[in-house]
T-cell receptor, first 114, second 112 residues
């Protein structure tokens, strides 16, 4: 158990819909990272928040947005969903703010868009 | 186009054998990490290398970062079934702003 909690574990929704994925970081960790893992694209870094502020941005689509709240939990919002958005979405957390800091991953949310 | 390439894509070996997997790029990385991911789980960090030419050992695993910081290798000695998993390399790019990229992974299967 990494200490990072993601909910829900599975999500099935229709194209065009909007979903919110939630992440609770390890106690004491200030950084939260979001990743997408799909069969064709592999694991891709989406975005990082550090202590409530956006710190780094990767290959995140404009239809996707994230935020980190004062209690440090984070949410990833995915809108206007397409079939190609079906993937595993991972959240990770770390104490530090550098991208190469040791981060601990949650078990992921499997999103299926039908 | 993948910024990080990994080879081989798949590897199936017998318990006790040695193996090396490779992570290559035409880009320079400020640091590079290796992860192992098991089915249904998130990746787990194995090591971070930051200096060109650096070699790090973790029990039966040896990691090397290339002198030019564009490639890395992972060598496993006397592989065990518990080593089975997806091995991912990932790195922080020097010239792409704040971006962190993963390779496609090497899927290793160690048979008893």
């Amino acid at each position: 158990d990494s200490g990072v909690t993601q909910t829900p574990k599975h999500l099935i929704t229709a194209t065009g819909q909007r979903v919110t994925l939630r992440c609770s970081p390890r106690s004491g960790d200030l950084s939260v990272y979001w990743y997408q893992q799909s069969l064709d694209q592999g694991l891709q870094f989406l975005i990082q928040y550090y202590n409530g502020e956006e710190r780094a941005k990767g290959n995140i689509l404009e239809r996707f947005s994230a935020q980190q709240f004062p209690d440090l939990h984070s949410e990833l919002n995915l809108s206007s969903l397409e079939l190609g958005d079906s993937a595993l979405y991972f959240c990770a957390s770390s104490v530090g703010g550098r991208l190469n800091t040791e981060a601990f991953f949650g078990q992921g949310t499997r999103l299926t868009v039908v | 186009t993948q910024l990080l390439e990994q080879s081989p894509q798949f590897l199936s070996i017998q318990e006790g054998e040695n193996l090396t997997v490779y992570c290559n790029s035409s880009s320079v990385f400020s640091s590079l990490q290796w992860y192992r991911q098991e089915p249904g789980e998130g990746p787990v960090l194995l090591v971070t290398v930051v200096t060109g030419g650096e070699v790090k050992k973790l029990k039966r695993l040896t990691f090397q970062f290339g002198d030019a910081r564009k490639d890395s290798s992972l060598h496993i000695t006397a592989a065990q079934p518990g080593d089975t998993g997806l091995y991912l390399c990932a790195g922080e790019l020097v010239n792409y702003g704040q971006n962190f990229v993963f390779g496609p992974g090497t899927r290793l299967s160690v048979l008893p």
